[in-house]
């Protein structure tokens, strides 16, 4: 594997004196997809609130293109290159497409830059551009997400933290999201992906890591993950393919309500 | 939990009457014992404000008007008409009840700042009347001569008399708010201080009770103002002014917001007390100075008042928390009785019936002419893209949202125009996307808020602690905890609820909804934010639920649950029906598979095509 861009060693954080994460150790490579699935509670979120500066990190480090990220601000850590596309979207209700995107070039000066990136968030999603000057909150959900992906894009980072991008969104909607991530990688972008739908993560990523109780017990290439018999039954409903759920689900029926 | 101590109360009420009972006889002269008077006034508002305030948070901050009606109406038919001074006091508090009934259901719609602001001007108005209305009240130099304070006709002649009399009183108020506290009334209130919208999906009549505490916390204002005029024997527009709110209120903080010990008994005492040492310093300059600093340090270091401190304190020396039991896998579930009829009883007829609803936003159509059925007993599912007017369209079966056109039937009943509270006491319960638990309160109490609807105590019986309320809360309790045990959380009943993994959260609002024996469940996407295995689990809790003859309704974007569980699907798009049937209809449908399920209903498939 090429040197990594990013990498997290030994984190601990937590909030007052509960420790959620022991010790994580984790790598992104540039160019790659990292998937981060996990149960609800094991410390996804708060792994990359901790990445970001929201929740201070207790020990270990973190290191992005070979400088130390452990303790800095939020605010030089997106000028830093990374930026975080939070769970359930936090778009700017009030303000429009539009300003929702200024306002992700916020830490840019640059005013030629801003333009190309404005445009060039309006050519990857032309709703966009068709709405620019509507506001965020009208907007349904998967509109809204594609938003919060533009507005992180805008400051052209260099990884992309996405929390649980498919929450909410209907099936067809979250494999258009899931498609666009693709897309952002073949484009040279690299990825770091926190999902609860972890055979959806599993499906676009390189490799992938679980998060158990604020550690990481499993990891690899997301292939190999997604056809791992433990981390099957724990996150994936069971072996075999996604229709297993579903059947398990009608079998239940049957023998509950039995119709 | 296991306390290893004496209840907390217990031990707040031993020290309350040791100090009670000491302070005059420690400081005896006629000083002391007026400061301790002044204080023990204060008091008696204090506690009606964390009624308000502090559980209800609800930002009244005017009650010191109330104080000023009972402290003029003593002051006026005492010293002019020679009335007995406790016939005074008792119809002064009635007319501030009634007062404060009859302002309170305009008022209290008001929320944060416009409802303190609309309270103060009140305060406002009766300052002005008092000032101006020379005639009746005597205008800036008010009432003289005011006579002492007496019980059926023996007049308390010794200012120690009168000191026990006041601090026996603060002690009644204490007992009747911590008997509401720990009634349904207390979790109602404190229910919607956390969450309104959660408060009305189990039934909590929101506007009647915040109107009950301001009706009663008035009527100690009221109290609490005709004694204090008693013991000044005078009275004067600048008595009852803003300073005397805002030391009230510094006193209620400072004490602790949401404690009847602390905000209410504590915090005036130390406000009071520490207002005169500051005096004794005659350094009046300093003196705004040293209190405001004080207050604002307080404030920093005991985020929750002097009482908050103090509690957590006692639990850190006497009580040691149980570890959490760690579940995983699926839990054991126990079994809960039947409370629905056999769907055959309802002879046919659907248990909720959509007719032609229509539902826009200025020019946006959310929802438009949309009919469907849900039949008793079975499993419905909406679908549909975001945006397409789910939501919408299931906060108006809620009530949470009225109807432009058409009508809703739940069990035959036009409930089109019913508020949530309503709705919920016929019978249906609800969970939310975004969980709306009641964070201030444990999970087992947090289900006990469900079997609101079910209990009946009112405000008197509650306030006197009348035997059946015992009896009814402790049938609310049991009935909370087999909810719990139903969807395998038993064990977690003091836990609190924000620090449960997100999944166990869901289940706790299941329960919640259970506790209110609801014929229809209505669930906004219960399997969102969890993975297949908890949505395989939660699948399972949904068709035991079905089991128990509940009509379960969902809005849900995991179509392996959908396709899995329900009997019946309606899909929406753009605010419209577009199609509906069972589940294998429903995905061969062509315009379903363009609008909403795409190409695959996999999505790596659709990602590696």
Redesign the interface.
């Given at each position: 594997m090429p040197t990594p861009l990013f990498t997290l060693e030994g984190v601990r954080s937590g909030y007052g004196r509960t420790e959620v994460l022991h010790g994580v150790s984790l790598e992104v490579a540039a160019g790659e997809i990292v998937a981060l699935?996990g149960?609800?509670?094991a410390g996804k979120s708060t792994l990359l609130n901790t990445v970001m500066g929201l929740v201070p990190c207790a020990g270990g480090a973190i290191r992005f293109d070979g400088k130390a990220l452990t303790r800095q601000p939020t605010p030089a850590i997106v000028q830093a290159g990374l930026v975080q596309v939070p769970e359930?979207r936090q778009l700017f209700g009030a303000m429009t497409v539009e300003e929702n995107l200024l306002m992700g070039a916020y830490t840019r000066r640059d005013r030629g830059g801003i333009q190309a990136a404005l445009e060039e968030q309006f050519a990857r999603f032309p709703i966009l551009a068709e709405r620019r000057r509507q506001r965020a909150e009208?907007?349904?959900?998967?509109?809204q997400q594609m938003l919060a992906i533009a507005r992180a894009l805008m400051s052209k980072p260099r990884l992309l933290l996405l929390d649980?991008p498919?929450?909410?969104?209907?099936?067809?909607?979250?494999?258009q999201i899931?498609?666009e991530i693709?897309t952002l990688r073949d484009a040279g972008g690299t990825v770091f992906v926190v999902e609860?739908?972890?055979?959806?993560a599993?499906?676009?990523a390189d490799r992938g890591y679980v998060l158990e109780n604020g550690r990481i017990t499993v990891s690899g290439r997301a292939a190999d993950l997604l056809s791992d018999t433990a981390v099957q039954?724990?996150?994936?409903?069971?072996a075999g393919?996604?229709?297993d759920?579903?059947?398990?689900?009608?079998e239940?029926?049957r023998a509950?309500?039995g119709? | 939990m296991r306390r290893l101590g004496p209840s907390k109360s217990l031990v707040m009420a031993a020290l309350f009457v040791i100090v009670a009972i000491a302070f005059p006889l420690v400081y005896p002269d006629s000083y002391h014992r007026g400061v301790g008077i002044t204080a023990g006034a204060m008091a008696i508002t204090a506690v009606g404000v964390v009624l308000l305030l502090g559980f209800a948070q609800q930002l009244a901050i005017g009650q010191p008007a109330f104080s000023m009606i009972g402290g003029y109406a003593n002051a006026i038919l005492c010293a002019r008409y020679g009335w007995d001074p406790l016939a005074a006091l008792v119809l002064a508090a009635v007319v501030s009840m009634v007062l404060a009934y009859a302002i309170g259901a305009p008022i209290l719609k008001l929320r944060g700042f416009f409802l303190a602001m609309a309270t103060l001007a009140l305060q406002l108005m009766l300052i002005v009347v008092a000032t101006e209305a020379t005639a009746i009240t005597g205008g800036p130099l008010g009432v003289v001569g005011v006579p002492k304070f007496g019980l059926f006709g023996i007049t308390l002649q010794s200012d120690l008399a009168f000191f026990y009399l006041i601090w026996a009183l603060v002690l009644a108020s204490v007992w009747i708010s911590l008997n509401i506290e720990h009634s349904r009334i207390g979790r109602a209130l404190r229910a919607i201080a956390a969450s309104e919208i959660a408060a009305g999906s189990v039934g909590v009549d929101i506007a009647r009770y915040k109107i009950q505490m301001f009706v009663i916390g008035s009527g100690m204002a009221s109290v609490s103002g005709s004694l204090l005029v008693h013991y000044l024997r005078a009275t004067d527009p600048t008595v009852f002014g803003f300073d005397y709110g805002l030391n009230l209120l510094t006193g209620v903080i400072v004490g602790g917001l949401t404690s009847i010990w602390g905000g209410g008994a504590l915090g005036p005492a130390i406000i009071v007390g520490l207002r005169e040492l500051l005096r004794d310093l005659s350094l009046p300059l300093w003196e705004g100075v040293i209190m405001g600093a004080l207050t604002v340090i307080v404030l920093i270091a005991f985020p929750r008042g002097i009482a908050g401190a103090a509690s957590d304190l006692y639990d850190r020396l006497f009580t040691r928390r149980a570890a959490v039991p760690a579940s995983a896998g699926t839990p054991d579930r126990a079994a809960l009785p039947r409370w629905t009829e056999p769907a055959a009883a309802s002879g046919g007829a659907p248990m909720l019936s959509v007719e032609a609803v229509s539902k826009s936003f200025g020019s946006l159509r959310a929802v438009h002419d949309v009919s469907f059925a849900v039949q008793p007993g079975s499993i419905t599912a909406l679908i549909g893209p975001n945006g397409a007017g789910k939501t919408t369209l299931f906060n108006l079966v809620c009530g949470s949202l009225p109807l432009d056109s058409g009508a809703i039937r739940f069990g035959g009943q036009d409930i089109a125009n019913l508020l949530p509270t309503q709705i919920a006491e016929l019978g249906v319960g609800r969970t939310f996307q975004n969980l709306q638990l009641f964070d201030n309160m444990s999970v087992l109490e947090n289900v006990m808020c469900g079997g609101h609807r079910l209990a009946s105590s009112g405000i008197l019986p509650i306030s006197v602690a009348w035997p059946s309320v015992a009896r009814e809360e402790a049938a609310t309790r049991a009935a909370a905890r087999q909810a719990l045990a139903f969807v395998g959380l038993s064990g977690f009943e003091e836990a609190n609820p924000g620090a449960l993994p997100f999944g166990h959260q869901r289940l706790v609002e299941i329960a919640r909804a259970l506790a209110l024996k609801p014929t229809l469940l209505l669930m906004d996407e219960p399997a969102s934010g969890l993975n297949d295995t908890e949505t395989t689990q939660l699948s399972e809790l949904i068709l035991h639920i079905a089991a128990l003859g509940v009509t379960v309704l969902l809005v849900e974007h995991d179509m392996r649950l959908v396709m899995g569980l329900a009997d019946h699907i309606v899909v929406m798009d753009h605010g419209e029906k577009m199609a509906e049937g069972p589940s294998a209809q429903v995905r061969a449908d062509p315009k379903v598979i363009a609008a909403y399920l795409g190409q695959e209903a996999d999505a790596d498939a659709a990602v590696h095509a």
């Amino acid at each position: 594997m090429p040197t990594p861009l990013f990498t997290l060693e030994g984190v601990r954080s937590g909030y007052g004196r509960t420790e959620v994460l022991h010790g994580v150790s984790l790598e992104v490579a540039a160019g790659e997809i990292v998937a981060l699935i996990g149960a609800n509670g094991a410390g996804k979120s708060t792994l990359l609130n901790t990445v970001m500066g929201l929740v201070p990190c207790a020990g270990g480090a973190i290191r992005f293109d070979g400088k130390a990220l452990t303790r800095q601000p939020t605010p030089a850590i997106v000028q830093a290159g990374l930026v975080q596309v939070p769970e359930r979207r936090q778009l700017f209700g009030a303000m429009t497409v539009e300003e929702n995107l200024l306002m992700g070039a916020y830490t840019r000066r640059d005013r030629g830059g801003i333009q190309a990136a404005l445009e060039e968030q309006f050519a990857r999603f032309p709703i966009l551009a068709e709405r620019r000057r509507q506001r965020a909150e009208t907007f349904s959900g998967g509109q809204q997400q594609m938003l919060a992906i533009a507005r992180a894009l805008m400051s052209k980072p260099r990884l992309l933290l996405l929390d649980e991008p498919s929450l909410g969104l209907a099936p067809i909607v979250a494999q258009q999201i899931l498609r666009e991530i693709v897309t952002l990688r073949d484009a040279g972008g690299t990825v770091f992906v926190v999902e609860q739908n972890a055979r959806a993560a599993l499906a676009i990523a390189d490799r992938g890591y679980v998060l158990e109780n604020g550690r990481i017990t499993v990891s690899g290439r997301a292939a190999d993950l997604l056809s791992d018999t433990a981390v099957q039954d724990a996150y994936l409903g069971g072996a075999g393919g996604a229709n297993d759920v579903e059947d398990h689900i009608r079998e239940k029926k049957r023998a509950i309500l039995g119709r | 939990m296991r306390r290893l101590g004496p209840s907390k109360s217990l031990v707040m009420a031993a020290l309350f009457v040791i100090v009670a009972i000491a302070f005059p006889l420690v400081y005896p002269d006629s000083y002391h014992r007026g400061v301790g008077i002044t204080a023990g006034a204060m008091a008696i508002t204090a506690v009606g404000v964390v009624l308000l305030l502090g559980f209800a948070q609800q930002l009244a901050i005017g009650q010191p008007a109330f104080s000023m009606i009972g402290g003029y109406a003593n002051a006026i038919l005492c010293a002019r008409y020679g009335w007995d001074p406790l016939a005074a006091l008792v119809l002064a508090a009635v007319v501030s009840m009634v007062l404060a009934y009859a302002i309170g259901a305009p008022i209290l719609k008001l929320r944060g700042f416009f409802l303190a602001m609309a309270t103060l001007a009140l305060q406002l108005m009766l300052i002005v009347v008092a000032t101006e209305a020379t005639a009746i009240t005597g205008g800036p130099l008010g009432v003289v001569g005011v006579p002492k304070f007496g019980l059926f006709g023996i007049t308390l002649q010794s200012d120690l008399a009168f000191f026990y009399l006041i601090w026996a009183l603060v002690l009644a108020s204490v007992w009747i708010s911590l008997n509401i506290e720990h009634s349904r009334i207390g979790r109602a209130l404190r229910a919607i201080a956390a969450s309104e919208i959660a408060a009305g999906s189990v039934g909590v009549d929101i506007a009647r009770y915040k109107i009950q505490m301001f009706v009663i916390g008035s009527g100690m204002a009221s109290v609490s103002g005709s004694l204090l005029v008693h013991y000044l024997r005078a009275t004067d527009p600048t008595v009852f002014g803003f300073d005397y709110g805002l030391n009230l209120l510094t006193g209620v903080i400072v004490g602790g917001l949401t404690s009847i010990w602390g905000g209410g008994a504590l915090g005036p005492a130390i406000i009071v007390g520490l207002r005169e040492l500051l005096r004794d310093l005659s350094l009046p300059l300093w003196e705004g100075v040293i209190m405001g600093a004080l207050t604002v340090i307080v404030l920093i270091a005991f985020p929750r008042g002097i009482a908050g401190a103090a509690s957590d304190l006692y639990d850190r020396l006497f009580t040691r928390r149980a570890a959490v039991p760690a579940s995983a896998g699926t839990p054991d579930r126990a079994a809960l009785p039947r409370w629905t009829e056999p769907a055959a009883a309802s002879g046919g007829a659907p248990m909720l019936s959509v007719e032609a609803v229509s539902k826009s936003f200025g020019s946006l159509r959310a929802v438009h002419d949309v009919s469907f059925a849900v039949q008793p007993g079975s499993i419905t599912a909406l679908i549909g893209p975001n945006g397409a007017g789910k939501t919408t369209l299931f906060n108006l079966v809620c009530g949470s949202l009225p109807l432009d056109s058409g009508a809703i039937r739940f069990g035959g009943q036009d409930i089109a125009n019913l508020l949530p509270t309503q709705i919920a006491e016929l019978g249906v319960g609800r969970t939310f996307q975004n969980l709306q638990l009641f964070d201030n309160m444990s999970v087992l109490e947090n289900v006990m808020c469900g079997g609101h609807r079910l209990a009946s105590s009112g405000i008197l019986p509650i306030s006197v602690a009348w035997p059946s309320v015992a009896r009814e809360e402790a049938a609310t309790r049991a009935a909370a905890r087999q909810a719990l045990a139903f969807v395998g959380l038993s064990g977690f009943e003091e836990a609190n609820p924000g620090a449960l993994p997100f999944g166990h959260q869901r289940l706790v609002e299941i329960a919640r909804a259970l506790a209110l024996k609801p014929t229809l469940l209505l669930m906004d996407e219960p399997a969102s934010g969890l993975n297949d295995t908890e949505t395989t689990q939660l699948s399972e809790l949904i068709l035991h639920i079905a089991a128990l003859g509940v009509t379960v309704l969902l809005v849900e974007h995991d179509m392996r649950l959908v396709m899995g569980l329900a009997d019946h699907i309606v899909v929406m798009d753009h605010g419209e029906k577009m199609a509906e049937g069972p589940s294998a209809q429903v995905r061969a449908d062509p315009k379903v598979i363009a609008a909403y399920l795409g190409q695959e209903a996999d999505a790596d498939a659709a990602v590696h095509a």
